[in-house]
């Protein structure tokens, strides 16, 4: 196993104040192998084997604050119960083994939208090169929506479709996902725009989203709004137009 992923994995398990042995034992192997499948699918796409394993750590966060996350599914009454005889530690053990890889997977997916978005391998090729623009709004609740990256194609008829990026989470990793995205619309100028998602994927607390503008004219700006509950905002979009040529 690599030795930084090991470092990590123990970095986490060191915090979990009220787990036993067993328990840190098996957060350890499911973070290190999270880690490893991550920084293998990084290598598939085409990453140095260091730099891979450079961005798996990254999107998983800090190790000391994962691990404070982390310590906070297991409570005092969690460790009274694994120390209690007999039916209570085979309880405890069915617990374990069917309920721990969920929260770390909600970790994993928590860290990956807040700190490593363009790490998700969608499961088709993506037209063109996204750039990022890094636009985001706190909403209600706690969640945050952002509209992360954004890529043009040309068409044959001289428009352009624009591929725009968001990435919706929950304020914690054990929170329902929060998908803003999908109460997005687009305009340019006062006409609305064309557009539909040809990708989305929604994972415990997170949802990724790619729209597709359609047919858009050389050097357009579109505008991006939100609107759901009473709460609404707008936020120009600055399409990299200097990439492409007209």
Request: charged share 15%; hydrophobic share 40%; with cysteine.
């Amino acid at each position: 196993m690599n030795p930084h992923f090991r470092q990590y994995s123990e970095t986490v398990a060191a915090r979990l104040r009220y787990a036993s042995p067993k328990e840190r034992k098996a957060v350890r192997r499911e973070l290190e192998d999270h880690l490893q499948d991550h920084a293998e699918a990084l290598e598939a796409a085409g990453y140095p084997p260091e730099q891979a394993q450079a961005h798996a750590l990254a999107a998983m966060g800090d190790p000391k604050q994962v691990g404070e996350e982390l310590s906070a599914a297991f409570p005092l009454r969690w460790w009274v119960l694994t120390r209690a005889a007999g039916c209570v530690a085979l309880i405890a053990l069915l617990l374990i083994l069917f309920w721990l890889p969920e929260p770390i997977s909600d970790l994993y997916h928590y860290h990956q939208a807040k700190y490593d978005p363009l790490s998700f391998q969608w499961n088709q090729d993506v037209p063109p090169q996204l750039v990022p623009l890094d636009l985001q709004e706190v909403l209600p609740g706690g969640g945050t929506l952002s509209i992360y990256a954004a890529g043009l194609v040309g068409n044959d008829d001289g428009t352009y479709d624009a591929y725009v990026y968001t990435v919706s989470y929950s304020g914690s990793p054990f929170q329902f996902p929060n998908d803003a995205s999908q109460w997005l619309t687009f305009t340019a100028g006062d006409d609305p725009l064309s557009y539909y998602s040809p990708m989305s994927d929604t994972q415990s607390c997170r949802t990724f989203t790619l729209y597709q503008l359609r047919e858009l004219p050389w050097g357009t700006i579109p505008t991006v709004h939100f609107s759901r509950n009473g709460n609404q905002f707008s936020a120009e979009l600055s399409l990299p137009w200097q990439e492409v040529n007209p």
